[in-house]
C-alpha cells in the first residue's frame, strides 16, 4: 500500500512540474481521492484486497461529488464502505456541503455588499467554479451571522473610555439595498491598552 501511494505522489509531482499551476484542480483531486481511500482503510481496518482479523467491512466503490474549492470546482470520487457498524464518510468532506469555507465567506460578503445572486455565480464562475444557488448564498450569509453573534456576544473588560462614530453603507436589508449605518468605536481598556473595533 505504501508503495502504491509514493507512485501517485511521484506521478502527480511529475504532473505538476509538467502543468505548473494549470494542474493544481488535477493534483488536488487525486491527492485528496488518495487521502479518502487511506482513512476508507482505517475505517474498516483493513486496505485494498487484505485480508485480516481486525476487518470491520467492505469496500463498496466510490460516489463522484463535486466540491467547490480555491483550486475551482472538482469532481472528487467518495468511497463507499458495506458491512459496517457505522457507514464511511470522510473527515474531510462535510455531509451536504460543497463549498469550502472561504469561498463561502467571500460569497457571503458579496451578499452583504448588495452583489445579487445571479451577479455572485458570474464571479464564482471566473475563479472556475461551475454553479452558485440561492441555497449556497443562504448558508453562506448564515456563516456571517454566526461570527457575527459571537463577536457581539464576547466577554467585554473594564472599560476606561469609549469613542463612537458612524458612516452610512448601502446594505441588503431584507432583499432590498438600502442605506445604513456603519458604527466604529475607539475603546480604551483599563489595562492601558487600545483597541479598535
Sequence with gaps: MQDTQGKVIAALMEQLIQTGPEGMAEAFTALFNLA?????????GAG???????RQGY????????VDTPAGTVTVAVPKSRGCDEPFFPR???RGRRSSRAIMLAIAEMYVQGVSTRDAAKVMKEFGLESLSSTQVSRAAALLDDE????????LDPVT????DA????VRDGGIVRDAAILSAIVRIASARSQST
Design 36 to 44: 479518502m481511500r487511506m482513512e476508507r482503510d482505517q475505517h474498516l
Design 59 to 66: 469496500a463498496n466503490g466510490y460516489k463522484p461529488k463535486k
Design 167 to 170: 458612516r452610512y453603507e448601502k
Design 148 to 155: 457575527l453573534e459571537a463577536w457581539r456576544t464576547r466577554r
Design 161 to 164: 473610555y469609549l469613542i463612537l
Design 48 to 54: 485494498r484486497y487484505e485480508r485480516s482479523n481486525a
Design 92 to 94: 474531510s468532506l462535510e
